[in-house]
């Protein structure tokens, strides 16, 4: 089953995320979270951490597991979520997917704007619940 990761990155004052438009399937078009595959055999945590950098060129964050789900039928997968909050601004750029920060108060269950099917919002709503996690 291939595992995948998403990265839930605060900016310094938790108003708005980073996310990405992505530039091909799934969810071309769309506003999604950064994140990607976890290689075989890799930890799941680093593996968030080398995506990170890889698409948007952020090193100095701390990201906690924050939950994750499995999908069995269809295309089975386990997507990791991972948070974090950047200490100071910073510049992030990236060849992948063009970056943009959105804010908070985006309405993320809006498919016509967002990926995930709804996974996005379901994140925030969670992440919404523990205030110690911004």
Do not use: S
């Not at 906690?64 to 910073?90: H, S, W």
Request: proline content about 4%.
């Amino acid at each position: 089953m291939q595992g995948f990761n998403v990265i839930w990155v605060f900016n310094p004052k938790a108003d708005k995320v980073l996310m990405c438009k992505r530039r091909k399937d799934p969810f071309k078009g769309l506003y999604n979270l950064v994140g990607g595959k976890i290689e075989e055999g890799e930890d799941g945590l680093a593996a968030a951490y080398r995506e990170l950098q890889e698409e948007t060129n952020i090193t100095d964050i701390e990201l906690v597991y924050f939950m994750d789900f499995t999908y069995y039928i269809g295309n089975p997968c386990r997507p990791e979520v991972y948070i974090g909050k950047l200490k100071q601004e910073v510049t992030v750029h990236g060849d992948e997917n063009p970056l943009l920060w959105i804010d908070v108060t985006e309405d993320f269950y809006d498919v016509t704007r967002f990926g995930g099917d709804g996974d996005i919002w379901h994140i925030f709503k969670m992440i919404e619940k523990f205030e110690e996690v911004k």
